[in-house]
């Protein structure tokens, strides 16, 4: 019987290394896995992470494994690129570093064996993703395991696959239910056991037969109804010779129906049910990617705190635990592959392999109803990879209804996308990424874009795949776009709420993003190396405010929750007090003194709180309670505001003049007065440099640059030369207002 021997303990590591050594490294560092080697350098900031090759190196006694016909070496994840080598012997490499692999080894094993794994996630044109907002972790940062199985056994090769495929079609209050297995060196007197079980363990089907198929029939099927009742069967099969089990192969599956209509939104059997919820990254502060069993499920337990009932898995294969936490929490899934940001002629290959391992590897799970082509590749009609783009879209998506008739695809669009682009009419739905009221635009004009997308496509299933804003612990009362704290966070979800919840024909909106992140080219903030749009910290140690907004929309679990808990220190007479509840009704006390009872259908109670001394607040609704602290200063506290690290000046030493720009106005203030392109050429006299290296013209930038509108001038200026490693001196900068504050404001 097939046996898994774990191999994460006692690895030697270098990336100082040149080439793979022939006998067991004494001087490299020890490793466990999993493991990352940029669990620093990726989150830091600077974009100074050590992109390249790098050596996992472990000694392997053959007594000390299991004994068996066939071993297989089981890799579920090394980034982006890997080799394996056996007593110095090259047996394989992989292109893609989010998805299982496996290598026969079998007639390599000796009594003693040095494996050897060339990991390497440097820069190329070939493997995705090369070009995105995170950090490309490198490393073998999920398990490595042998597999010992007999001679005759379920598939283990074939695109890292589990061997066993059901698909369950529900008709009426039944189930079909076919499972196919594929077996490895199947002798004619060997037969194939095959039983279903419901999720007690009571077996509900069985049939014994020499076919690699069955067929069965689940009368009055308990379904799978997300996070209403997410009830899983187990499907089992037994590779037997005579009365010997030779190999056996399970896998939980659901039974439900879903459908998208572009009017009525996500339908799951039979009813409407509403796709909000959030996207996910797979990393740490002082992880990286190298996250434990542990780490993943406190994941899952946060997102199913705040109440979500959907995930976009972004922007790449996930580990196979956190899909099976999908399906027992009831999670509706977006599963999709690296093919993101920069579309690369040489890539076509890798996205194709890179689909086929994620649906084959992912094709059991029920919470996965829907497989994603891409994430904002900016096909622009008329340039030269336009038609390469859509081609390449179009093999993933025939390739896709090849492989899985039951699922649907999906893609997102970056903002700047034409809706009437032939490309976003390749997928059967589609999702936008919209930044409205942060990169640009007004954070009202969600609902109106979206219903105008709704007027002009009707018969196109539409949804949010991405929308957010930043927040750390900075704090003002008031709030405003580009600010980096806590209260415009807050106000702007309030507002994403409010706007985007109530449209039905949305099939899914999904938050960016549920977590902080890293990305360590960014270098804004305050704190550099990090997307700070997660609803919760990096760390998983603070949930930001916004996230008891969404709570108090998704969630039934009672609560209370008095936002600005962070924000004590505050100048004004009168402060503005918000509560997140559940609840039809709060009451606030101040000092022990009720501001009166509020009632409110959207959740969001506010109230006007004199601010004399020290003021306790308690926010109360019948049983529940939560308390807070505000204290009346002065002076405005400057530690809640940014701080730029590393920019030469700071917003304190700028010349502003009323009526005219600085370096302190929002971008969109300069474009207004001077237009697009000169204002690029204002900004950035060094743009000759940022340009080649990005390879865009100045015309090209100055159309991104409206994505920034609601940043000033300096924040865009230290974003860019930090990413771009450009240096600037304060007598350019200074030299910069001075001509900015001769601009007058339109």
Not at 236 to 242: N, P, Q, R, Y
Not at 615 to 639: Q, Y
């Amino acid at each position: 019987m097939r046996e898994i021997y774990n191999l994460n303990v006692k690895w030697a590591f270098s990336k100082e290394a040149t080439a793979v050594p022939e006998t067991m490294p004494e001087k490299w560092y020890w490793v466990t896995l999993p493991h990352t080697w940029n669990d620093i350098d990726g989150q830091d900031g600077d974009n100074d992470l050590y992109r390249g090759t790098a050596y996992y190196a472990k000694n392997v006694d053959k007594i000390d494994l299991p004994t068996a016909d066939k071993y297989y070496l089981e890799i579920n994840g090394a980034n982006s690129s890997a080799a394996v080598y056996w007593n110095g012997e090259k047996l394989a490499s992989h292109d893609g570093g989010y998805s299982t692999w496996r290598v026969d080894v079998t007639d390599k094993i000796d009594a003693q064996n040095l494996i050897v794994f060339e990991v390497d996630n440097a820069p190329n044109d070939r493997v995705y993703p090369q070009n995105a907002d995170f950090t490309f972790y490198g490393g073998l940062y999920r398990d490595v395991n042998l597999i010992a199985v007999s001679n005759s056994h379920f598939d283990l090769e074939y695109y890292g696959g589990p061997g066993i495929a059901v698909t369950p079609i529900v008709e009426g209050t039944d189930a079909k239910v076919n499972v196919e297995v594929w077996v490895t060196n199947k002798a004619d007197n060997q037969t194939l056991k095959y039983t279903l079980k419901d999720a007690e363990g009571n077996v509900v089907a069985e049939t014994t037969t020499v076919d690699t198929k069955a067929d069965f029939v689940i009368k009055n099927a308990h379904l799978w109804n997300a996070r209403k009742d997410p009830y899983l069967y187990a499907a089992e099969v037994v590779l037997a010779e005579e009365e010997k089990e030779l190999d056996k192969v399970s896998t939980r599956f659901g039974c439900r129906s879903y459908q998208i209509d572009p009017d009525r939104g996500f339908i799951l059997n039979g009813e409407e049910y509403p796709l909000r919820g959030v996207s996910r990254h797979q990393d740490r502060w002082g992880e990286g990617n190298a996250l434990t069993k542990e780490m993943h499920r406190e994941d899952m337990d946060l997102i199913a705190e705040v109440g979500a009932n959907t995930i976009r898995l972004a922007h790449y294969q996930h580990d196979q635990y956190f899909y099976d936490l999908c399906d027992e929490y009831g999670m509706v899934i977006w599963a999709e592959i690296p093919y993101i940001t920069s579309h690369m002629r040489n890539g076509r290959e890798n996205t194709i392999s890179q689909m086929k391992e994620l649906i084959i590897q992912n094709y059991n799970h029920p919470s996965i109803v829907v497989w994603g082509l891409s994430n904002e590749i900016n096909a622009v009609e008329g340039t030269p990879d336009d038609l390469d783009i859509q081609d390449n879209h179009r093999v993933l998506n025939d390739l896709v209804h090849e492989m899985d008739r039951t699922r649907l695809t999906t893609m997102a669009c970056v903002s700047t996308c034409s809706p009437e682009h032939p490309y976003t009419l390749i997928p059967d739905t589609i999702s936008y990424n919209h930044y409205f009221g942060w990169y640009g635009g007004n954070v009202k004009d969600y609902g109106p874009w979206f219903d105008n997308f709704h007027a002009t496509h009707p018969n196109i299933c539409i949804g949010v795949s991405e929308y957010g804003c930043e927040a750390l612990n900075w704090h003002t009362s008031t709030p405003d776009a580009g600010d980096y704290t806590e209260e415009y966070q807050a106000y702007y979800h309030e507002e994403l709420i409010k706007q985007l919840f109530p449209r039905k024909y949305l099939w899914a909106t999904h938050v960016w993003n549920m977590f902080d992140f890293g990305a360590d080219a960014r270098n804004e903030g305050g704190e550099n190396g990090q997307n700070h749009k997660g609803l919760v910290t990096f760390d998983r140690k603070y949930k930001k405010d916004s996230f008891y907004a969404y709570k108090a929309w998704l969630s039934d679990d009672p609560f209370v929750h008095i936002a600005g808990k962070r924000y004590v220190d505050r100048v004004e007479d009168t402060t503005k007090v918000t509560v997140y509840s559940n609840q039809k009704t709060v009451e606030l006390f101040a000092n022990g003194v009720s501001l009166g009872v509020k009632e409110t259908e959207d959740h969001f109670f506010y109230f006007d709180v004199p601010n004399v001394g020290e003021t306790k607040l308690v926010a109360v609704s019948g049983d529940l309670k939560d308390e807070s602290v505000i204290r009346k200063v002065d002076e405005p506290n400057p530690a809640y505001r940014l701080v730029e690290k590393g920019a030469v000046l700071n917003w304190w030493d700028i010349t502003e003049i009323d009526g005219y720009c600085s370096l302190n106005s929002k971008l969109k203030a300069v474009i207004d007065s001077v237009g697009q392109v000169e204002a690029a050429k204002l900004i950035f006299p060094f743009m000759g440099s940022m340009a080649a290296q990005a390879g865009v013209s100045v015309e090209q930038s100055a159309g991104m640059m409206t994505m920034m509108n609601n940043m000033t001038v300096l924040r865009i200026i230290s974003l860019i030369t930090g990413m771009m490693h450009i240096e600037v001196t304060k007598e350019q900068l200074l030299e910069l207002n001075e001509k900015l504050n001769a601009i007058p404001v339109k």
